[in-house]
């Protein structure tokens, strides 16, 4: 049974994917969908190992490990379009109760940030699908900074835009990679875990939760 915590502290910063749209899948679909048009076998467990981590990082790894002739940066095109077909089809898939967190965090005075791996437009596509732009101080994206999760890069980017002290910061994270890159920025990690997908090793969290209500919150300090 997981313990419940009370939280006052000053700032909460979400991961985007897989803390406030499920869009893992769709990412999975095109990355899969690409190699295998190359002639290549890839398992979806290969590629839940790059969850947190940018684009560039992902097909840096794929290039060299199934070792394909182009530069990731033509695969990182062809694999968003074919994203981008799939959010087309399906649409943005937003978590249970992930607006009403946000509007609860931001009425008790917390400042509020999303600091994640995707592309800027997709951060901004989220926070305005989910309505909850006016409720973010700022937005940071892995473009942003120059070391990927599971370095601190983008937190630290984030804690600093906000203008409060990494120990005064709750992270939202999904990842391996996101959970150790919060608590290599010594902010306090909270590890969401979505049942339907392979679990992320959520060791470096303080803990795990499913339901967004789960989290109580204090009047931020």
Same mark, same amino acid.
């Given at each position: 049974?997981? /313990?419940?915590?009370?939280?006052?502290? *000053?700032?909460?910063?979400?991961?985007?994917?897989?803390?406030?749209?499920?869009? =893992?899948?769709?990412?999975?679909?095109?990355?899969?969908?690409?190699?295998?048009?190359?002639?290549?076998?890839?398992?979806?467990?290969?590629?839940?190992?790059?969850?947190?981590?940018?684009?560039?990082?992902?097909?840096?790894?794929?290039? *060299?490990?199934?070792?394909?002739? =182009?530069?990731?940066?033509?695969?990182?095109?062809?694999?968003?379009?074919?994203?981008?077909?799939?959010?087309?089809?399906?649409?943005?898939?937003?978590?249970?109760?992930?607006?009403?967190?946000?509007?609860?965090?931001?009425?008790?005075?917390?400042?509020?940030?999303?600091?994640?791996?995707?592309?800027?437009?997709? /951060?901004?596509?989220?926070?305005?699908?989910?309505?909850?732009?006016?409720?973010?101080?700022?937005?940071?994206?892995?473009?942003?900074?120059?070391?990927?999760?599971?370095?601190?890069?983008?937190?630290?980017?984030?804690?600093?835009?906000?203008?409060?002290?990494?120990?005064?910061?709750?992270?939202?994270?999904?990842?391996?990679?996101?959970?150790?890159?919060?608590?290599?920025?010594?902010?306090?990690?909270?590890?969401?875990?979505?049942?339907?997908?392979?679990?992320?090793?959520?060791?470096?969290?303080?803990?795990?939760?499913?339901?967004?209500?789960?989290?109580?919150? =204090?009047?931020?300090?």
């Amino acid at each position: 049974m997981m /313990i419940q915590k009370e939280f006052a502290m *000053k700032a909460i910063i979400f991961d985007m994917d897989g803390v406030m749209i499920d869009s =893992e899948y769709a990412y999975t679909a095109a990355i899969k969908a690409e190699v295998e048009s190359l002639g290549h076998a890839i398992s979806e467990e290969y590629i839940y190992g790059f969850v947190g981590t940018t684009h560039e990082y992902t097909w840096e790894h794929i290039v *060299k490990d199934y070792a394909l002739p =182009e530069e990731p940066a033509v695969y990182i095109e062809q694999m968003l379009e074919k994203r981008e077909q799939i959010v087309l089809r399906d649409g943005l898939k937003t978590y249970p109760y992930i607006r009403e967190f946000i509007v609860e965090a931001s009425e008790k005075g917390y400042l509020l940030a999303v600091a994640s791996s995707s592309p800027k437009s997709e /951060i901004i596509r989220t926070v305005e699908h989910l309505d909850a732009d006016v409720y973010f101080n700022c937005l940071v994206s892995g473009e942003e900074v120059e070391h990927s999760k599971p370095a601190p890069d983008v937190f630290l980017r984030a804690a600093e835009m906000l203008g409060v002290a990494p120990e005064d910061c709750i992270v939202i994270e999904d990842s391996r990679n996101g959970s150790l890159a919060a608590q290599a920025a010594g902010m306090y990690c909270i590890g969401y875990r979505d049942s339907q997908y392979p679990e992320q090793d959520l060791s470096a969290t303080a803990q795990i939760v499913s339901d967004f209500r789960d989290i109580k919150l =204090e009047p931020a300090e």
